[in-house]
T-cell receptor, first 117, second 114 residues
Protein backbone atom coordinates (compact mmCIF):
# COMPACT_ATOMS: atom_id res chain seq x y z
CA UNK A 1 0.00 0.00 0.00
CA UNK A 2 1.12 3.50 -0.75
CA UNK A 3 1.70 5.86 2.16
CA UNK A 4 2.38 9.59 2.37
CA UNK A 5 4.09 11.15 5.38
CA UNK A 6 4.12 14.80 6.36
CA UNK A 7 6.26 14.94 9.47
CA UNK A 8 5.76 18.61 10.36
CA UNK A 9 2.23 19.21 11.67
CA UNK A 10 2.62 22.96 11.87
CA UNK A 11 4.92 25.76 10.72
CA UNK A 12 4.94 29.52 10.76
CA UNK A 13 6.84 31.99 8.62
CA UNK A 14 7.12 35.74 8.25
CA UNK A 15 5.62 37.44 5.26
CA UNK A 16 8.03 37.63 2.27
CA UNK A 17 10.20 34.80 3.58
CA UNK A 18 10.71 31.41 1.98
CA UNK A 19 9.40 28.22 3.56
CA UNK A 20 9.77 24.56 2.68
CA UNK A 21 7.17 21.92 3.48
CA UNK A 22 8.39 18.34 3.57
CA UNK A 23 6.73 15.17 2.31
CA UNK A 24 7.92 11.62 1.88
CA UNK A 25 6.08 8.72 0.33
CA UNK A 26 6.45 5.01 -0.01
CA UNK A 27 5.63 3.01 -3.14
CA UNK A 28 6.98 0.21 -5.26
CA UNK A 29 5.43 1.72 -8.41
CA UNK A 30 7.54 3.47 -11.01
CA UNK A 31 4.82 5.54 -12.68
CA UNK A 32 2.93 7.87 -10.40
CA UNK A 33 1.94 11.45 -9.71
CA UNK A 34 2.55 13.67 -6.71
CA UNK A 35 0.51 16.67 -5.68
CA UNK A 36 0.37 19.49 -3.20
CA UNK A 37 -3.08 20.72 -2.27
CA UNK A 38 -3.86 23.85 -0.29
CA UNK A 39 -6.88 24.16 1.99
CA UNK A 40 -7.49 27.74 3.21
CA UNK A 41 -10.01 28.51 5.95
CA UNK A 42 -12.73 28.45 3.29
CA UNK A 43 -11.92 24.67 3.28
CA UNK A 44 -11.87 24.49 -0.52
CA UNK A 45 -9.25 22.02 -1.78
CA UNK A 46 -7.01 23.84 -4.25
CA UNK A 47 -4.38 22.13 -6.39
CA UNK A 48 -1.10 24.00 -5.94
CA UNK A 49 1.30 21.94 -8.02
CA UNK A 50 1.74 18.47 -9.50
CA UNK A 51 4.71 16.37 -10.50
CA UNK A 52 4.88 13.38 -12.81
CA UNK A 53 7.34 10.80 -11.54
CA UNK A 54 8.90 10.10 -14.92
CA UNK A 55 9.83 13.77 -15.34
CA UNK A 56 13.16 14.63 -13.79
CA UNK A 57 12.58 18.36 -13.98
CA UNK A 58 11.05 19.83 -10.84
CA UNK A 59 7.65 21.46 -11.32
CA UNK A 60 7.20 25.17 -10.68
CA UNK A 61 4.08 27.37 -10.54
CA UNK A 62 4.89 31.02 -9.91
CA UNK A 63 6.05 31.25 -6.26
CA UNK A 64 5.61 27.52 -5.70
CA UNK A 65 8.21 24.94 -6.64
CA UNK A 66 8.99 21.39 -5.67
CA UNK A 67 12.14 19.46 -4.92
CA UNK A 68 11.41 15.98 -6.21
CA UNK A 69 13.95 13.36 -5.16
CA UNK A 70 12.70 10.11 -6.66
CA UNK A 71 15.35 7.84 -5.19
CA UNK A 72 14.79 9.25 -1.72
CA UNK A 73 10.99 9.29 -2.26
CA UNK A 74 10.86 12.88 -1.16
CA UNK A 75 8.61 15.65 -2.52
CA UNK A 76 9.01 18.97 -0.73
CA UNK A 77 7.19 22.19 -1.55
CA UNK A 78 8.98 25.52 -1.49
CA UNK A 79 6.96 28.70 -1.18
CA UNK A 80 8.91 31.83 -2.03
CA UNK A 81 7.94 35.36 -1.00
CA UNK A 82 5.28 34.06 1.39
CA UNK A 83 2.04 35.99 1.46
CA UNK A 84 -0.71 36.21 4.06
CA UNK A 85 -3.00 34.39 1.65
CA UNK A 86 -0.70 31.36 1.81
CA UNK A 87 -1.96 30.67 5.33
CA UNK A 88 -3.68 27.29 4.99
CA UNK A 89 -3.49 23.57 5.53
CA UNK A 90 -1.24 21.90 2.96
CA UNK A 91 -1.67 18.30 1.94
CA UNK A 92 0.80 16.19 0.03
CA UNK A 93 -0.86 13.48 -2.08
CA UNK A 94 0.11 10.54 -4.28
CA UNK A 95 -1.55 8.69 -7.14
CA UNK A 96 -0.46 5.66 -9.13
CA UNK A 97 -0.40 6.18 -12.89
CA UNK A 98 -3.47 5.33 -15.05
CA UNK A 99 -2.51 1.71 -15.54
CA UNK A 100 -2.80 1.25 -11.78
CA UNK A 101 -6.58 1.24 -12.18
CA UNK A 102 -8.17 2.98 -9.23
CA UNK A 103 -6.93 6.56 -9.77
CA UNK A 104 -7.05 6.93 -6.01
CA UNK A 105 -5.47 9.94 -4.33
CA UNK A 106 -3.66 9.02 -1.12
CA UNK A 107 -3.18 11.98 1.20
CA UNK A 108 -0.75 12.80 3.96
CA UNK A 109 -2.07 14.03 7.29
CA UNK A 110 -1.57 17.66 6.39
CA UNK A 111 0.48 20.55 7.71
CA UNK A 112 -0.81 23.89 8.96
CA UNK A 113 1.15 26.85 7.62
CA UNK A 114 0.72 30.29 9.14
CA UNK A 115 2.18 33.36 7.46
CA UNK A 116 2.65 36.21 9.92
CA UNK A 117 2.67 39.90 8.96
CA UNK B 1 -18.67 26.96 -14.83
CA UNK B 2 -17.12 23.52 -14.40
CA UNK B 3 -17.68 22.41 -10.85
CA UNK B 4 -18.56 19.78 -8.30
CA UNK B 5 -21.57 20.77 -6.21
CA UNK B 6 -22.14 19.31 -2.77
CA UNK B 7 -25.17 19.87 -0.58
CA UNK B 8 -25.68 20.69 2.17
CA UNK B 9 -22.65 22.69 3.24
CA UNK B 10 -23.42 22.16 6.92
CA UNK B 11 -25.56 19.50 8.56
CA UNK B 12 -26.32 18.69 12.17
CA UNK B 13 -28.27 15.52 12.79
CA UNK B 14 -29.07 13.02 15.51
CA UNK B 15 -27.76 9.51 15.89
CA UNK B 16 -29.65 7.02 13.76
CA UNK B 17 -31.48 9.44 11.48
CA UNK B 18 -30.79 8.56 7.85
CA UNK B 19 -29.26 11.28 5.74
CA UNK B 20 -27.97 11.83 2.22
CA UNK B 21 -25.26 14.19 1.08
CA UNK B 22 -25.62 14.99 -2.59
CA UNK B 23 -22.81 15.44 -5.10
CA UNK B 24 -23.20 16.51 -8.69
CA UNK B 25 -20.63 17.38 -11.37
CA UNK B 26 -21.18 19.08 -14.74
CA UNK B 27 -17.94 18.03 -16.45
CA UNK B 28 -19.00 14.60 -17.77
CA UNK B 29 -16.37 12.98 -15.55
CA UNK B 30 -16.44 9.20 -15.25
CA UNK B 31 -14.56 8.99 -11.96
CA UNK B 32 -16.12 10.22 -8.71
CA UNK B 33 -15.07 9.69 -5.14
CA UNK B 34 -15.96 10.54 -1.54
CA UNK B 35 -13.42 11.43 1.13
CA UNK B 36 -13.69 12.28 4.78
CA UNK B 37 -11.27 14.66 6.47
CA UNK B 38 -10.45 14.38 10.16
CA UNK B 39 -7.85 16.35 12.15
CA UNK B 40 -4.51 14.57 12.23
CA UNK B 41 -5.68 11.94 9.74
CA UNK B 42 -5.79 13.87 6.48
CA UNK B 43 -8.31 12.81 3.84
CA UNK B 44 -9.34 9.19 3.56
CA UNK B 45 -11.29 7.65 0.74
CA UNK B 46 -14.73 6.26 1.59
CA UNK B 47 -16.07 5.04 -1.78
CA UNK B 48 -15.34 5.63 -5.41
CA UNK B 49 -17.01 5.04 -8.75
CA UNK B 50 -15.31 4.46 -12.09
CA UNK B 51 -18.55 4.94 -14.04
CA UNK B 52 -22.32 4.54 -13.93
CA UNK B 53 -23.37 1.53 -11.83
CA UNK B 54 -19.72 0.80 -10.95
CA UNK B 55 -18.80 1.55 -7.33
CA UNK B 56 -16.20 0.18 -4.95
CA UNK B 57 -15.05 0.58 -1.38
CA UNK B 58 -12.24 2.87 -0.39
CA UNK B 59 -10.31 2.73 2.87
CA UNK B 60 -13.09 3.63 5.33
CA UNK B 61 -16.43 2.42 3.86
CA UNK B 62 -18.10 1.17 7.07
CA UNK B 63 -21.37 2.94 7.80
CA UNK B 64 -21.68 4.49 4.33
CA UNK B 65 -23.45 3.66 1.09
CA UNK B 66 -23.24 5.20 -2.35
CA UNK B 67 -25.01 4.86 -5.66
CA UNK B 68 -24.19 5.91 -9.22
CA UNK B 69 -27.37 5.76 -11.27
CA UNK B 70 -26.42 8.75 -13.41
CA UNK B 71 -23.00 9.88 -14.52
CA UNK B 72 -23.30 13.32 -12.95
CA UNK B 73 -24.56 12.30 -9.48
CA UNK B 74 -22.86 10.38 -6.69
CA UNK B 75 -24.76 10.68 -3.39
CA UNK B 76 -23.33 9.57 -0.07
CA UNK B 77 -25.85 7.86 2.20
CA UNK B 78 -25.54 7.37 5.96
CA UNK B 79 -28.34 4.97 6.88
CA UNK B 80 -27.78 5.17 10.64
CA UNK B 81 -25.30 7.93 11.44
CA UNK B 82 -23.21 7.70 14.57
CA UNK B 83 -21.11 10.36 16.33
CA UNK B 84 -17.87 8.88 14.94
CA UNK B 85 -19.08 9.93 11.50
CA UNK B 86 -18.84 13.57 12.52
CA UNK B 87 -16.40 14.85 9.93
CA UNK B 88 -15.77 17.07 6.91
CA UNK B 89 -16.77 15.30 3.71
CA UNK B 90 -15.55 15.98 0.19
CA UNK B 91 -16.78 14.76 -3.14
CA UNK B 92 -14.33 14.81 -6.04
CA UNK B 93 -14.34 13.92 -9.71
CA UNK B 94 -11.96 13.48 -12.61
CA UNK B 95 -11.93 12.48 -16.25
CA UNK B 96 -11.09 8.80 -16.57
CA UNK B 97 -7.41 8.34 -17.31
CA UNK B 98 -6.67 11.97 -16.54
CA UNK B 99 -6.80 11.91 -12.76
CA UNK B 100 -3.08 12.54 -12.86
CA UNK B 101 -3.95 16.14 -13.62
CA UNK B 102 -5.76 16.34 -10.29
CA UNK B 103 -9.27 16.02 -9.00
CA UNK B 104 -11.95 18.67 -8.98
CA UNK B 105 -13.26 18.91 -5.42
CA UNK B 106 -16.59 20.05 -4.07
CA UNK B 107 -16.74 22.69 -1.33
CA UNK B 108 -17.18 20.15 1.45
CA UNK B 109 -19.97 19.20 3.84
CA UNK B 110 -19.43 19.66 7.55
CA UNK B 111 -21.46 16.92 9.26
CA UNK B 112 -22.09 16.79 12.99
CA UNK B 113 -23.86 13.78 14.49
CA UNK B 114 -25.08 14.27 18.06
Amino acid sequence: AQTVTQSQPEMSVQEAETVTLSCTYDTSESNYYLFWYKQPPSRQMILVIRQEAYKQQNATENRFSVNFQKAAKSFSLKISDSQLGDTAMYFCAFMIGPQGGSEKLVFGKGMKLTVNP
Amino acid sequence: EAQVTQNPRYLITVTGKKLTVTCSQNMNHEYMSWYRQDPGLGLRQIYYSMNVEVTDKGDVPEGYKVSRKEKRNFPLILESPSPNQTSLYFCASSLQGFAGYGYTFGSGTRLTVV
